[in-house]
């Protein structure tokens, strides 16, 4: 690839006429190749950003002790501190491989209706476990509400760039299951990993779309490219990168594609750092072929995602 893609979300939405039809265009054609984007013009403050790095980097800089004081108290619960060897992502496609090289914190929604299924209380509502850091925890929720605003905003365009009407995706997104995960993948200086250990394993991702913030100038996250090469994707400052996930294919009836990603092994590379927001539409929407084919079964988001999630333990 001569230049990443990339899409400016504040141009897009000012944008009329041919001008907006032309740049819809262009996202649709970006998810037909390879579903993974660089997003300009976010408007997501950067106090904002500023204050979930310096919380997550905090965090992580704790010892393994402290950060247990808010592991996840059993195998499958979904937020909290989850350490090192935990987790395998490329077992998700059917790949066996040792855990992944990284340590990760993870929360959930900022609230919960008040008719959500026993289920979904369980595996997506349960509590955020917050370390005992005061500024840790309003950085953290003020990022999430600001990412999902930004989700609801990007899944508009994409409503645009399959023809749809700008607000088609709301009625799925009363109450978004979603999900916010800080990575810590440590410095790989005098690490030998084992045969087919990465920091993160080849996946897809999971739910309708990823916005990932990785840290300015680290390496390692690549996509495996139409072509049939892993191509790097660069960190830029200030701009976040989009990819879309399984169920957004599954919902497109693969006209959009959730392309195979992997985060490397890179020797003498220094700690890396990201932030990635996973965005899911509620827990009971029923997710059909946009297309009015067949090419799927309906599936409700939550248990979908449930089954994949589980698939990686």
Same mark, same amino acid.
């Given at each position: 690839?001569?230049?990443?893609?990339?899409? #400016?979300?504040?141009?897009?939405?000012?944008?009329?006429? #041919?001008?907006?039809?032309?740049?819809?265009?262009?996202?649709?054609?970006?998810?037909?190749?390879?579903? *993974?984007?660089?997003?300009?013009?976010?408007?997501?403050?950067?106090?904002?950003?500023?204050?979930?790095?310096?919380?997550?980097?905090?965090?992580?800089?704790?010892?393994?002790?402290?950060? %247990?004081?808010?592991?996840?108290?059993?195998?499958?619960?979904?937020?909290?501190?989850?350490?090192?060897?935990?987790?395998?992502?490329?077992?998700?496609?059917?790949?066996?491989?040792?855990?992944?090289?990284?340590?990760? *914190?993870?929360?959930?929604?900022?609230?919960?209706?008040?008719?959500?299924?026993?289920?979904?209380?369980?595996?997506?509502?349960?509590?955020?476990?917050?370390?005992?850091?005061?500024?840790?925890?309003?950085?953290?929720?003020?990022?999430?509400? %600001?990412?999902?605003?930004?989700?609801?905003?990007?899944?508009?365009?994409?409503?645009? %760039?399959?023809?749809?009407?700008?607000?088609?995706?709301?009625? *799925?997104?009363?109450?978004?299951?979603?999900?916010?995960?800080?990575?810590?993948?440590?410095?790989?200086?005098?690490?030998?990993?084992?045969?087919?250990?990465?920091?993160?394993?080849?996946?897809?991702?999971?739910?309708?779309?990823?916005?990932?913030?990785?840290?300015?100038?680290?390496?390692?996250?690549?996509?495996?490219?139409?072509?049939?090469?892993?191509?790097?994707?660069?960190?830029?400052?200030?701009?976040?990168?989009?990819?879309?996930?399984?169920?957004?294919?599954?919902?497109?009836?693969?006209?959009?594609?959730?392309?195979?990603?992997?985060?490397?092994?890179?020797?003498?590379?220094? %700690?890396?750092?990201?932030?990635?927001?996973?965005?899911?539409?509620?827990?009971?929407?029923?997710?059909?072929?946009?297309?009015?084919?067949?090419?799927?079964?309906?599936?409700?988001?939550?248990?979908?995602?449930?089954?994949?999630?589980?698939?990686?333990?």
């Amino acid at each position: 690839m001569s230049q990443f893609p990339s899409f #400016d979300l504040a141009a897009f939405e000012s944008a009329t006429g #041919d001008d907006r039809r032309a740049r819809a265009a262009e996202i649709d054609r970006i998810c037909r190749e390879t579903g *993974f984007l660089i997003l300009r013009g976010h408007g997501v403050a950067p106090d904002v950003i500023d204050a979930v790095w310096t919380a997550a980097q905090a965090f992580f800089a704790q010892s393994p002790a402290d950060k %247990a004081k808010v592991k996840a108290p059993y195998p499958g619960y979904p937020y909290g501190w989850l350490g090192p060897n935990a987790e395998a992502l490329a077992k998700s496609k059917g790949e066996d491989t040792p855990p992944d090289l990284k340590e990760s *914190f993870n929360g959930g929604p900022l609230s919960m209706p008040e008719n959500a299924p026993p289920e979904a209380v369980k595996f997506c509502y349960s509590p955020t476990l917050w370390p005992d850091m005061p500024a840790f925890r309003p950085a953290w929720q003020a990022y999430y509400a %600001a990412l999902e605003d930004l989700a609801k905003r990007v899944m508009s365009a994409f409503a645009e %760039a399959l023809d749809l009407a700008p607000d088609y995706f709301d009625q *799925f997104l009363q109450h978004p299951v979603s999900a916010l995960r800080a990575l810590n993948y440590p410095a790989t200086t005098g690490v030998t990993a084992l045969a087919a250990q990465q920091r993160a394993g080849a996946h897809t991702d999971y739910g309708s779309l990823t916005i990932l913030l990785p840290q300015a100038g680290s390496r390692g996250l690549e996509i495996f490219h139409p072509s049939g090469s892993w191509v790097e994707v660069p960190a830029e400052p200030g701009v976040f990168v989009i990819n879309i996930g399984d169920l957004m294919a599954r919902w497109t009836a693969d006209r959009w594609v959730s392309t195979l990603h992997r985060v490397v092994v890179i020797p003498n590379q220094p %700690a890396r750092q990201s932030l990635a927001f996973f965005h899911q539409p509620d827990w009971q929407a029923t997710i059909t072929p946009l297309d009015g084919s067949d090419a799927y079964p309906p599936v409700e988001s939550g248990p979908y995602l449930m089954g994949k999630f589980t698939a990686t333990q």
